[in-house]
């Protein structure tokens, strides 16, 4: 929506809703294009723009006719919403570096309305850039808002995927994966770069050359294919500095098949053209398969390549010594997936570049820093030998080589205990020999970072304990965070306003500490007031689209408690889902005067379940089987509504986050690396209702345990639960000493006896949570999550107290803005300053 304020929230590029990158590069300053020694030129070139570009509604509109016409070759007589959109963003994408962009939404509002468009309807063509899975990706683009917003060098790289994420749909309560194909209708923010082409090389052999007295290796790949850039432009807010998310798509190696042609081949000629296109085809869903393990891999390294190619030709174009690489470059790698850049730079560095592996090696050490996203160790990619050493013989050469001078530096260091140095090697040897990509993005990289305080400690005392050993000063602690631009100040208009309003600035869109402020209106009356109106009216939206995708109509009076990400047993949507049986158990039992002091709840859940993940899909199906039951018992009416909302995605994030009261986090202590959910909803003023894991940890430091409603097992009590059912470590508060309680038993027989339908369906997710098998401890943690309910039931009830609450969570999350985050990964990861556009 359009804010009255002049802030430009149209013109927050499409893909930023998803996310992409991979790997940021952070560019050193001195080496940005447009500045540095390009100074001057850069100014004289803003200033011509300030003078040429017009703003004003009149000449909007002449542009987006003159677009209408010669762009998608319309009538300026009949063009529809959509392509409104495309216009006004091609009309304005190339213009990104203007300032006045962040303050032209009125006059585009008023252009289009003059055209007999509707503003807001516009906007909402805009389709979501699924390119991601979700956390990590989600995670990235709100990096790089922030680095463009605090005027960071850097550029973001990814895969242009044809087919990203899929399209949820439910039909008969089971979901169903459809293709979206994002592209479809274009993109117009992103701008094509023909010209900006490299070769990838696949296959083929390492042969051993003579050069000047010296035995050399080279890579003769037998397959090439051609990256193509397509950019998207990020504009900062408040600022010139727009950066970059180049994505790579690939095309067939415009060099002829001269070989395939000469043998009559030329049918598989043209196969093995369109072969090539299907590696920047599809984004696999399934973080956990293995399946298509080899276009995976494929895609990995032609990312890789493209990438590098790039980063390379820029740095040569000014620089001839490789010494100052370190200084102009420092390259991040988001989890593992893009780490065999190591092996790339010393391969382009050894055999382009003939340089001593030695000095290479130096140099690689100093450009590269990991963060790992996850907590389970089995998760840590490992890429079987023979694989890669028939995709990429080279690469494979350079793997064993690093691997043996670590092996020879790590011998000096601990001695020959052979059990830690294979279990710290490179190369695990098994019954599938493989790269661990883990290992060698920790013996590259200068940081290895955790994503909260709680993922840290597991990093140092768990899963990457021996490197902690050898490297202490590698592992730093860098708490995720997401950016209020987006977060507030587009998804909830209202708030920002209200926000703004009572801090009597705007500067907390910039500067998120400000939001702490807030606090010191948590007591006012005529706050709290206006603080309910926006809640409501936000729970309006929400109602309103709830009604619209379910036919569920649900009471603004209620809760509306939320639970929204990806369908994992981790997260324990299943916990939910028993707890709103146990709920509707006891509205059954109850007298009408007990009813009558009931809270109304209305529970939503939303999210996507990989498609080849059972047990997830099944918790779908059972979470519409409840909601059958439960949403037509004239019994209940609005005291319990339950509704999934299908394919869950930013754009829905946007519409439910803002409307909801309580919002669910209930992954079993341990498991969840950081979680950046809880920050959103803590953002909008909705109450956690939470177990002590990832980032929600540092939450309640920030706002206090009171200001939450908090249960479960903690981390260091969930070893012990799993072996023996009950903690030995301090009882746990508020649980009952029963191994599992009589409340969850009755739930689970409902399941199991069919009470919602499906008996045989449901019986293996039965069994994954019976005592005996309950990995992430449902049965345990159940009475405690029951209770934590009852105080949220509890504190609905009194509006005061749960305003002031949402207040203090509100002014709490300064703590947890993605500008932080990226603050410290500059000053302690990258070693960067900003660099501020001239205005
Ligand atoms: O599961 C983590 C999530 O906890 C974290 O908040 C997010 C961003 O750091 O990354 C997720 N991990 C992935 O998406 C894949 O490792």
């Given at each position: 929506?359009?804010?009255?304020?002049?802030?430009?929230?149209?013109?927050?590029?499409?893909?930023?809703?998803?996310?992409?990158s991979?790997?940021?590069?952070?560019?050193?300053?001195?080496?940005?294009?447009?500045?540095?020694?390009?100074?001057?030129?850069?100014?004289?070139?803003?200033?011509?723009m300030?003078?040429?570009?017009?703003?004003?509604?009149i000449?909007?509109?002449?542009?987006?006719?003159?677009?209408?016409?010669?762009t998608?070759?319309?009538?300026?007589?009949?063009?529809?919403?959509?392509?409104?959109?495309?216009?006004?963003?091609?009309?304005?994408?190339?213009?990104?570096?203007?300032?006045?962009?962040?303050?032209?939404?009125?006059?585009?509002?008023?252009?289009?309305?003059?055209?007999?468009?509707?503003?807001?309807?516009?906007?909402?063509?805009?389709?979501?850039?699924?390119?991601?899975?979700?956390?990590?990706?989600?995670?990235?683009?709100?990096?790089?808002?922030?680095?463009?917003?605090?005027?960071?060098?850097?550029?973001?790289?990814?895969?242009?995927?044809?087919?990203?994420?899929?399209?949820?749909?439910?039909?008969?309560?089971?979901?169903?994966?459809?293709?979206?194909?994002?592209?479809?209708?274009?993109?117009?923010?992103?701008?094509a770069?023909?010209?900006?082409?490299?070769?990838?090389?696949?296959?083929?052999?390492?042969?051993?050359?003579?050069m000047?007295?010296?035995?050399?290796?080279?890579?003769?790949?037998?397959?090439?294919?051609?990256?193509?850039?397509y950019?998207?432009?990020?504009?900062?807010?408040?600022?010139?500095?727009?950066?970059n998310?180049?994505?790579?798509?690939?095309?067939?190696?415009?060099?002829?098949?001269?070989?395939?042609?000469?043998?009559?081949?030329?049918?598989?000629?043209?196969?093995?053209?369109?072969?090539?296109?299907?590696?920047?085809?599809v984004?696999?869903?399934?973080?956990?398969?293995?399946?298509?393990?080899?276009?995976?891999?494929?895609?990995?390294?032609?990312?890789?390549?493209?990438?590098?190619?790039?980063?390379?030709?820029?740095?040569?174009?000014?620089?001839?010594?490789?010494?100052?690489?370190?200084?102009?470059?420092?390259?991040?790698?988001?989890?593992?997936?893009?780490?065999?850049?190591?092996?790339?730079?010393?391969?382009?560095?050894?055999?382009?570049?003939?340089?001593?592996?030695?000095?290479?090696?130096?140099?690689?050490?100093?450009?590269?820093?990991?963060?790992?996203?996850?907590?389970?160790?089995?998760?840590?990619?490992k890429?079987?030998?023979?694989?890669?050493?028939?995709?990429?013989?080279?690469?494979?050469?350079?793997?064993y080589?690093i691997?043996?001078?670590?092996?020879?530096?790590?011998?000096?260091?601990i001695?020959?205990?052979?059990?830690?140095?294979?279990?710290?090697?490179?190369?695990?040897?098994?019954?599938?020999?493989?790269?661990?990509?883990?290992?060698?993005?920790?013996?590259?990289?200068?940081?290895?970072?955790?994503?909260?305080?709680?993922?840290?400690?597991?990093?140092?005392?768990?899963?990457?304990?021996?490197?902690?050993?050898?490297?202490?000063?590698?592992?730093?602690?860098?708490?995720?965070?997401?950016?209020?631009?987006?977060?507030?100040?587009?998804?909830?208009?209202?708030?920002?306003?209200?926000?703004?309003?009572?801090?009597?600035?705007?500067?907390?869109?910039?500067?998120?500490?400000?939001?702490?402020?807030?606090?010191?209106?948590?007591?006012?009356?005529?706050?709290?007031?206006?603080?309910?109106?926006?809640?409501k009216?936000?729970?309006?939206r929400?109602?309103?689209?709830?009604?619209?995708m379910?036919?569920?109509?649900?009471?603004?009076?209620?809760?509306?408690?939320?639970?929204?990400?990806?369908?994992?047993e981790?997260?324990?949507?299943?916990?939910?889902?028993?707890?709103?049986?146990?709920?509707?158990?006891?509205?059954?039992?109850?007298?009408?005067?007990?009813?009558?002091?009931?809270?109304?709840?209305?529970?939503?859940?939303?999210?996507?379940?990989?498609?080849?993940?059972?047990?997830?899909?099944?918790?779908?199906?059972?979470?519409?089987?409840?909601?059958?039951?439960?949403?037509?018992d004239?019994?209940?009416?609005?005291?319990?509504?339950?509704?999934?909302?299908?394919?869950?995605?930013?754009?829905?994030?946007e519409?439910?986050?803002p409307?909801?009261?309580?919002?669910?986090?209930?992954?079993?202590?341990?498991?969840?690396a950081?979680?950046?959910?809880?920050?959103?909803?803590?953002?909008?003023?909705?109450?956690?209702?939470?177990?002590?894991?990832?980032?929600?940890?540092?939450?309640?430091?920030?706002?206090?345990?009171?200001?939450?409603?908090?249960?479960?097992?903690?981390?260091?009590?969930?070893?012990e639960?799993?072996?023996?059912?009950?903690?030995?470590?301090?009882?746990?508060?508020?649980?009952?000493?029963?191994?599992?309680?009589?409340?969850?038993?009755r739930?689970?027989?409902?399941?199991?006896?069919?009470y919602?339908?499906?008996?045989?369906?449901?019986?293996?997710?039965?069994?994954?949570?019976?005592?005996?098998?309950d990995y992430y401890?449902?049965?345990?943690?159940?009475?405690?999550?029951?209770?934590?309910?009852?105080?949220?039931?509890?504190?609905?009830?009194?509006?005061?107290?749960?305003?002031?609450?949402?207040?203090?969570?509100?002014?709490?999350?300064?703590?947890?803005?993605?500008?932080?985050?990226?603050?410290?990964?500059?000053?302690?990861?990258?070693?960067?300053?900003?660099?501020?556009?001239?205005?």
């Amino acid at each position: 929506g359009s804010g009255s304020n002049g802030v430009g929230v149209g013109m927050v590029p499409a893909v930023s809703r998803s996310a992409v990158s991979r790997g940021v590069v952070v560019r050193r300053p001195g080496f940005v294009e447009g500045l540095g020694e390009h100074r001057a030129k850069a100014e004289r070139m803003f200033s011509l723009m300030d003078g040429f570009l017009k703003n004003d509604p009149i000449s909007l509109q002449k542009d987006i006719l003159h677009h209408v016409e010669y762009t998608v070759a319309r009538s300026r007589f009949s063009f529809d919403d959509f392509e409104a959109y495309q216009e006004v963003v091609i009309g304005r994408v190339s213009w990104l570096r203007d300032r006045d962009v962040w303050h032209i939404v009125d006059q585009c509002a008023e252009a289009l309305n003059q055209l007999g468009f509707e503003f807001e309807v516009v906007a909402e063509q805009e389709g979501d850039a699924a390119l991601g899975n979700g956390g990590l990706a989600r995670f990235s683009a709100c990096q790089m808002d922030s680095l463009a917003t605090l005027d960071y060098p850097a550029w973001g790289y990814g895969l242009r995927y044809e087919y990203g994420l899929f399209r949820q749909i439910i039909v008969d309560g089971f979901q169903h994966e459809q293709p979206d194909y994002w592209l479809n209708f274009g993109n117009p923010w992103e701008i094509a770069r023909i010209h900006v082409t490299y070769e990838v090389k696949f296959y083929g052999t390492v042969e051993e050359v003579e050069m000047n007295g010296d035995k050399q290796k080279i890579w003769i790949p037998g397959e090439t294919v051609e990256a193509v850039a397509y950019d998207n432009p990020i504009p900062g807010y408040g600022t010139r500095n727009t950066i970059n998310l180049r994505l790579w798509a690939a095309k067939p190696s415009s060099k002829f098949d001269l070989e395939a042609y000469n043998t009559g081949d030329y049918i598989n000629s043209v196969v093995n053209r369109q072969r090539a296109e299907t590696i920047s085809n599809v984004l696999y869903p399934d973080d956990r398969s293995h399946q298509g393990k080899e276009l995976r891999l494929k895609q990995q390294y032609f990312f890789v390549s493209a990438s590098l190619q790039d980063i390379m030709r820029r740095f040569k174009e000014e620089h001839t010594n490789f010494d100052e690489l370190p200084e102009k470059v420092a390259l991040h790698l988001n989890d593992t997936h893009p780490s065999l850049s190591i092996a790339e730079v010393m391969r382009m560095l050894v055999d382009e570049e003939h340089l001593s592996w030695k000095k290479a090696w130096d140099i690689v050490c100093k450009i590269f820093s990991i963060t790992t996203h996850t907590m389970v160790a089995e998760g840590l990619e490992k890429i079987p030998v023979d694989l890669l050493g028939s995709l990429l013989p080279r690469h494979l050469e350079i793997l064993y080589e690093i691997n043996h001078h670590f092996m020879e530096e790590l011998k000096e260091r601990i001695g020959l205990d052979y059990s830690r140095l294979s279990q710290m090697s490179i190369v695990e040897e098994g019954a599938v020999k493989s790269i661990r990509m883990a290992n060698l993005s920790i013996v590259c990289s200068h940081t290895v970072n955790g994503v909260s305080k709680l993922h840290l400690e597991t990093l140092k005392t768990k899963t990457f304990k021996d490197f902690y050993g050898l490297w202490p000063e590698k592992f730093q602690c860098k708490t995720n965070g997401v950016t209020q631009r987006r977060w507030i100040v587009v998804s909830n208009p209202s708030l920002r306003d209200l926000i703004s309003k009572w801090l009597g600035t705007e500067a907390w869109i910039r500067d998120a500490d400000i939001l702490s402020g807030l606090r010191d209106h948590v007591d006012n009356a005529d706050f709290h007031l206006e603080w309910k109106m926006v809640k409501k009216v936000n729970k309006m939206r929400l109602a309103e689209y709830i009604e619209a995708m379910s036919g569920v109509k649900v009471s603004l009076d209620a809760m509306f408690d939320v639970q929204v990400k990806r369908i994992h047993e981790y997260k324990r949507q299943l916990l939910n889902i028993f707890g709103i049986i146990h709920r509707y158990n006891c509205l059954k039992n109850m007298d009408k005067d007990s009813r009558r002091k009931v809270v109304p709840r209305v529970c939503i859940i939303g999210g996507k379940a990989a498609p080849g993940y059972e047990m997830a899909k099944k918790i779908i199906k059972l979470c519409h089987a409840v909601a059958e039951k439960i949403n037509n018992d004239t019994d209940i009416g609005d005291l319990l509504k339950l509704v999934f909302i299908p394919d869950y995605n930013v754009s829905v994030a946007e519409l439910v986050i803002p409307g909801a009261d309580l919002s669910q986090h209930l992954s079993t202590a341990g498991n969840e690396a950081s979680g950046t959910g809880n920050m959103k909803f803590l953002m909008n003023g909705c109450l956690l209702l939470a177990t002590e894991d990832g980032s929600t940890v540092e939450i309640v430091e920030e706002i206090g345990a009171d200001n939450l409603f908090l249960f479960g097992a903690k981390v260091d009590e969930v070893a012990e639960l799993r072996e023996n059912g009950v903690s030995n470590l301090a009882p746990l508060q508020n649980a009952s000493p029963l191994k599992v309680p009589l409340q969850f038993s009755r739930v689970l027989r409902m399941v199991r006896d069919g009470y919602f339908g499906h008996k045989d369906y449901f019986k293996s997710l039965c069994d994954s949570v019976e005592a005996a098998n309950d990995y992430y401890l449902l049965g345990t943690d159940f009475m405690s999550y029951l209770e934590a309910q009852a105080a949220a039931d509890k504190t609905f009830v009194n509006q005061e107290k749960w305003t002031r609450m949402s207040i203090l969570s509100v002014a709490g999350s300064w703590r947890f803005s993605s500008d932080r985050t990226i603050q410290d990964y500059a000053e302690s990861t990258w070693k960067i300053n900003p660099c501020r556009c001239p205005l």
